[in-house]
């Protein structure tokens, strides 16, 4: 059964950093496009960072030059790193897989989501 866990979340004020985490298990990591993506309150979930199996890395606009994804294939993590973080980050983060880069991906046909992780920006 694959489960994907996120952790790392919580409340910074305006400018900090927080780094998620989603530790991966029950399907083959590296065959896997990872990808982060995250829900305000009141408005669509939007995808934030991915990562294709290939390595290919995009970012959303808002995000691009603040956010780091990364992932450890031996540990079966992803992970974002997020600096300079501004109130508008303020959202549920949630980890996703797909066999498919995730961005390629109708989110509600994405194969797998994590639970999701809270993350507060006040300033």
């Known amino acids: 059964q694959a489960q994907l866990v996120e952790s790392g979340g919580g409340s910074v004020q305006t400018g900090g950093s927080l780094r998620l985490s989603c530790t991966v298990s029950?399907?083959?990591?590296?065959?896997?496009?990872m990808g982060w993506f995250r829900q305000a309150p009141g408005k669509e979930r939007e995808g934030v960072a991915a990562?294709?199996?290939?390595?290919?890395?995009t970012y959303a606009a808002s995000v691009k030059g603040r956010f780091t994804i990364s992932q450890d294939n031996a540990k079966n993590t992803l992970a974002l790193q997020m600096n300079s973080l501004e109130v508008e980050d303020t959202a549920i983060y949630y980890c996703?897989?797909?066999?498919?880069?995730?961005?390629?991906?109708?989110?509600?046909?994405?194969?797998?989501w994590g639970q999701g992780t809270q993350v507060t920006v006040s300033s």
């Open positions: 990562i294709a199996s290939d390595g290919t890395i």
């Open positions: 996703a897989a797909d066999i498919n880069p995730v961005f390629n991906v109708e989110e509600p046909f994405i194969e797998y």
């Open positions: 029950g399907f083959r990591f590296n065959d896997y496009c």
